[in-house]
């Protein structure tokens, strides 16, 4: 019978890079009136902005303005819907790796190589339908929209 020997450590990683996939659903980036790029994370509030220097534009004046007009971006129920999808998304196309399978299910039965097979293409069809009905306002870490130059 063949065991993974390192299947403590595989999991401790798959389970840290599953809620790496759920966490980034909330990021967002944005330009400031500054030109800069900034990265943040959505709340109930707004944004949580990670790179604000004070002596970027004017210190907690400007913070207050980016949130103000940032609100409309503050973490909406849609985004724990996304965050669950993408989750699923990642949890479903990494278990069904042939590597993985070999290290958790070292003898699956026919059912569930079928099973196996089949998955990720039911999940990825699903959640890019619910994706397309259901789009988000989130753009990501680095997807900020870039002024136009005249």
Not at 45 to 50: C, S, V, Y
Not at 118 to 124: I, K
């Amino acid at each position: 019978m063949h065991t993974c020997p390192q299947s403590p450590h595989f999991s401790s990683y798959y389970n840290n890079f599953s809620l790496v996939c759920l966490i980034s659903s909330f990021c967002d980036s944005f330009i400031g009136t500054n030109e800069k790029l900034y990265y943040d994370i959505a709340t109930r509030k707004g944004l949580h902005i990670f790179n604000k220097n004070k002596k970027d534009d004017g210190g907690n004046i400007e913070e207050r303005k980016i949130n103000d007009t940032y609100y409309k971006y503050r973490i909406q129920p849609i985004d724990f819907v996304h965050a669950f999808c993408s989750w699923l998304v990642f949890v479903v196309y990494a278990m069904c790796s042939s590597d993985v399978m070999r290290c958790f299910y070292p003898r699956p039965s026919d059912n569930v190589n079928v099973l196996m097979m089949n998955l990720p293409l039911a999940v990825g069809s699903a959640m890019s339908f619910l994706f397309m009905l259901f789009p988000t306002k989130r753009r990501g870490i680095g997807y900020a929209d870039k002024g136009t130059s005249n």
